[in-house]
């Protein structure tokens, strides 16, 4: 796991540490609050506490996918699909990383908000969806990478669901008052449903996991279809070589 970890350029040292794990979720947390504060001249809660999970969400996305792509960069995804390419053990030091990378941002900064005066019962509401949203993130994050393993930018789409989580997860305005267009790329995202619980104390969860499966067998198959073609493409690139 300290392995992980040391892989994780956000971690590198304590600035880096500090604008990933503070300086940006709270530039997020004020930029969403004071939208919401201009359209409704009063300060929300729920708006800085959805933003802070969702946020954890993203540094769960970004997490996986670049442990997933560090890996690839050394070539130990070759010697994975040749040996062990469902390895338990791999596959776990990956999710573990990554959630406790977006939990601990997630705690960090509701304790913050919970001193300032979030109220109890929302902060417990969030403490609930938080290792959800961490899991559905890490499950986005193996997505997107399984998505774009052969591309020449392997984060192209770790980095596209990265910049769209925020507004398909309705912490500003509620999916129902969307757009249609908009409606219809949310409903294929996770997230929403957490952050109707934040926000209304009840939501279909049932759902939530329902989506969070489809993108994760979609990652599966990505992985599954790829690993001969990768396997082929570095045996050639090799005999070239030769």
Same mark, same amino acid.
């Given at each position: 796991m300290a392995t992980q970890f040391t892989s994780l350029s956000f971690l590198a040292n304590w600035k880096t540490r500090f604008v990933y794990f503070l300086l940006l979720p709270i530039i997020n947390l004020l930029l969403l609050v004071l939208i919401d504060l201009q359209y409704t001249n009063r300060f929300n809660w729920y708006v800085a506490a959805a933003s802070v999970v969702i946020n954890s969400a993203s540094l769960a996305v970004q997490s996986m996918s670049q442990l997933l792509i560090t890996d690839a960069n050394l070539g130990i995804d070759i010697e994975l699909i040749a040996k062990r390419p469902y390895s338990f053990y791999y596959w776990k030091t990956k999710v573990l990383t990554s959630l406790i990378a977006g939990l601990l941002l997630g705690i960090i900064n509701l304790l913050l908000l919970l001193a300032i005066g979030l109220p109890l019962d929302l902060f417990l509401r969030c403490l609930l969806m938080l290792p959800l949203a961490c899991i559905y993130g890490c499950v986005l994050g193996f997505t997107g990478w399984g998505m774009s393993w052969q591309m020449k930018n392997p984060y192209y789409f770790s980095n596209w669901l990265i910049s769209i989580i925020t507004i398909v997860s309705g912490v500003l305005v509620l999916i129902s008052d969307y757009p249609e267009w908009l409606k219809v790329i949310s409903y294929i995202f996770p997230f929403y449903e957490l952050v109707n619980f934040i926000r209304l104390r009840s939501s279909t969860?049932?759902?939530?996991?329902? @989506?969070?499966? &489809?993108?994760?067998? @979609? &990652?599966?198959?990505?992985?599954?279809?790829? @690993?001969?073609?990768?396997?082929?493409?570095? @045996?050639h690139q090799y005999e070239t070589v030769k």
């Open positions: 969860l049932e759902l939530s996991f329902v @989506i969070a499966l &489809g993108w994760l067998i @979609i &990652g599966i198959v990505c992985y599954v279809v790829q @690993i001969k073609a990768v396997l082929d493409k570095k @045996i």
